[in-house]
């Protein structure tokens, strides 16, 4: 009996168990007409009894995604029939836990039967605009970079247009929309932001970050909190789109407009670049892992105080057994931050528009937008959804609502007057600059020849 859990704990592991099962079936690690593990193996592996695994069998069959095989077990189901529409939903499969996609397709099919969405993993390197040309998916996951190709390449009749829903940030609406049409509907976004350990700052008596930090103030925090062969003050994946150029933005500078030679030299971009390296030659400041995963990684280990993330990597900080706690950037001369949004966009080309703007649609509405408020760490586009106030089920930061004070600073990369493959030649060149295997001015006259270039090529493809 003292072994037995709490009503409390036994929902949880029995929601985990669901959850888990679910989001493997969508995201195509479980195949149709494979078999799930048998009932005591499913109950050793969640920590619960094999009538709580029955229960929680029979939720999946409920659903539709799995069927019951007497004497032989619980096989994955075929959901398809004649009667149904199938439309194929392309997605990361980070996406599938950064917005529980498992169980909002889950209560999609019980209001729409005979709408049938099969999801497609798509893999980081793969072109979302190559995808569509394809034809093969109906629905697929979109962000600023993606949408941002499809005007370069202008490939933008690929996606079928789209209502302005009010209730979503207008921002976001912003991002996709290109010459007063929208074509892309918000899903989810996220500012970058500072995360770091309460603990490690009460431990070394340090005032914890707000919104006056500039990046000096967080190399003599990181300097203080980090402790040798234990730990590390300050880390984030340096080589990613999605971090370092937000230095850049907070350099207030962008290029001159099209036909301006680029002259980066001696300016504030090579500024902010010099403090970026500063901060990674700092050994006992930031560690040279370059994996993307590090950063949370080492957070939930507790061997790095401080990360910069984002609200969809809080996600993978849901087990940490430690307090922590967000802040914005800390900055330079302009506070400034990147702003990642995904949306949903349809494929004009599609034989089942109808069917997939009846999901996406649903995808953004309230309730489904509401789940993912409260079930995971994301930020739904959706207003009223992202700004819902009611009892938590799970821990959250206490400044998970600053994303709302802090809209003034969100920027896109475009704001630099840049595109991907011109970030792409900076970081190619910058990287060896960081790593000290390069001078400052090797390196920037590299970088304007680089831009200059591809500008030039540009303008001769028109």
């Not at 149904?84 to 039967?113: A, M, N, W």
């Not at 080589?239 to 980066?264: A, H, K, Y």
């Not at 494929?347 to 993912?372: C, G, H, R, W």
Request: charged share 25%.
């Amino acid at each position: 009996m003292a072994n037995r859990p709490s009503r409390a704990t036994l929902s949880k592991r029995m929601d985990e168990m669901v959850r888990s099962i679910r989001d493997e079936i969508v995201s195509g690690k479980r195949n149709v007409g494979d078999y799930l593990p048998s009932e005591r193996e499913l109950g050793k592996l969640y920590c619960i009894s094999n009538k709580s695994v029955r229960h929680c069998l029979d939720v999946l069959v409920s659903e539709g995604l799995i069927e019951k095989i007497p004497k032989v077990g619980n096989r994955i189901a075929d959901v398809s029939d004649n009667n149904s529409i199938t439309i194929r939903f392309g997605c990361h499969r980070t996406t599938v836990e950064e917005t529980d996609l498992g169980t909002l397709i889950s209560q999609f099919h019980k209001l729409y039967p005979r709408i049938r969405v099969q999801t497609m993993m798509l893999e980081h390197y793969v072109s979302v605009r190559q995808s569509l040309e394809s034809g093969i998916m109906d629905v697929v996951t979109v962000n600023v970079p993606n949408f941002r190709e499809m005007v370069e390449y202008d490939s933008l009749e690929l996606l079928e247009p789209q209502q302005p829903n009010g209730d979503i940030y207008p921002y976001l609406n912003k991002a996709f929309m290109h010459n007063g049409e929208l074509l892309v509907q918000p899903l989810t976004f996220s500012p970058v932001v500072l995360c770091y350990n309460r603990k490690h700052f009460r431990e070394m008596n340090i005032l914890e970050p707000d919104s006056s930090w500039t990046w000096e103030d967080l190399k003599r925090a990181a300097s203080k909190l980090a402790i040798p062969n234990e730990r590390y003050g300050f880390y984030f994946y340096l080589l990613s789109n999605n971090r370092w150029p937000v230095f850049l933005l907070q350099s207030g500078m962008r290029l001159p407009p099209e036909g301006e030679p680029v002259r980066i030299c001696d300016g504030p971009w090579m500024e902010v670049l010099r403090l970026c390296r500063d901060i990674v030659m700092n050994q006992t400041i930031m560690p040279l892992f370059y994996e993307e995963a590090d950063a949370e990684k080492l957070f939930r280990q507790e061997k790095v105080s401080m990360i910069m993330t984002t609200y969809f990597s809080l996600n993978e900080l849901k087990k940490a057994d430690f307090e922590y706690d967000i802040a914005p950037l800390p900055y330079i001369e302009n506070p400034k931050t990147l702003l990642i949004a995904i949306g949903l966009g349809i494929n004009a080309k599609s034989e089942q528009k109808e069917a997939a703007q009846t999901f996406v649609d649903f995808l953004t509405s309230y309730q489904p937008q509401l789940n993912i408020r409260q079930r995971t760490l994301s930020i739904p586009a959706l207003k009223p959804a992202a700004e819902w106030i009611g009892p938590e089920t799970m821990f959250r930061p206490l400044r998970y609502p600053m994303h709302r004070d802090i809209v003034p600073t969100y920027r896109l990369y475009t704001d630099l007057n840049v595109t991907i493959e011109m970030l792409t030649a900076i970081i190619n060149e910058v990287k060896l600059y960081w790593a000290g295997l390069e001078s400052e001015q090797t390196v920037c006259m590299k970088i304007e020849k680089a831009l200059n270039e591809i500008r030039s090529s540009k303008r001769k493809e028109l």
